[in-house]
């Protein structure tokens, strides 16, 4: 199992394919394999690197409460590790955030800038979801979350369409899930994550992706971002939820390979 050491413990990672460094970060789960509709597509194109996260799958457990910036951190200390001197970075939800962070004080670590279904701040809508996804981890356990986060991930359309696989993938998320208080920690980390002030002064070329009916990170959050960071393009997908990098995994892989290209 591939693994580098950054401060306080080590980062499983997988890399796949040649060319320009291509690196994805995932979500709340904070695991590599959310990417598995993308990587077999861009690898072809691309130097494709994904990880697990501090705290999440292969890689090293938390030791203590974590910030958003040093989730930002040790994906620059991967990318040390790699040789990796820039790279294009997409990022869906938690790691959108980690992108905006690596955007704004690393610009030149960071060729072409992918957000997806990611936020801006905490506002209220934010802090109340994430605040009763916290306590559904510390009052019910995790097998009680991965119950509800289908509904918070899918529309219902998917869900009816899907019901089976989304069972499989229930199953897989309880076996495989982090102690409750890493969980808790990483949603306290995104709880206090705001960048605003800093969007201006991306410089990266920048591609904001978002489903119109995404329950978790609405819509309005990718308008933000689009707005603020100069120069950026806003594609707005009809349908999806929160996952439309997995519901919508062909128009995603479309528009984000068009994008790449745009750069070479």
């Known amino acids: 199992m591939p693994r580098v050491a950054v ?13 320009h460094p291509l690196v994805f970060i995932s979500g709340l789960n904070g695991v590599g394999r959310y990417w598995t509709p993308q990587v077999p597509v861009f690898s072809a194109h691309y130097r494709v690197v994904t990880y ?15 910030s958003v910036d040093q989730m930002a951190a040790e994906t620059i ?12 970075i997409v990022g869906m939800s938690t790691g959108g955030a980690i992108g905006q962070i690596l955007a704004i004080d690393h610009p030149q670590r960071v060729a072409r800038l992918a957000l997806c279904s990611t936020w801006t701040h905490c506002d209220p809508w934010f802090r109340r979801l994430f605040e009763a996804r916290r306590a559904m981890y ?8 991965a119950m509800f986060h289908p509904l918070f991930l899918y529309s219902p359309d998917y869900v009816i369409a899907h019901d089976a696989e989304i069972d499989e993938e229930q199953r897989k998320a309880v076996a495989g899930a982090p102690p409750v208080e890493v969980s ?24 904001v992706t978002a489903s119109d009916d995404d329950f978790i990170t609405p819509r309005y959050f990718s308008e933000a971002l689009a707005r603020a960071i100069p120069g950026a393009k806003l594609v707005i997908r009809r349908g999806g939820g929160h996952s439309s990098t997995k519901t919508r995994a062909e128009e995603f892989n479309r528009d984000l390979l068009e994008f790449l290209a745009a750069g070479a």
């Open 7 to 19: 401060a306080g413990g080590e980062i499983y990672y997988e890399e796949a394919g040649r060319g």
């Open 52 to 66: 697990d996260q501090r705290g999440t799958g292969a890689s090293d457990r938390l030791q203590r409460e974590f």
């Open 77 to 88: 200390a991967l990318m040390d590790a790699l040789k990796i001197e820039r790279a294009h």
């Open 138 to 145: 510390q009052q019910a356990g995790t097998e009680l979350h």
């Open 184 to 207: 808790v920690a990483r949603i306290n980390a995104l709880l206090k994550f705001d960048r605003r002030a800093g969007l201006s002064r991306i410089t990266a070329p920048t591609l």
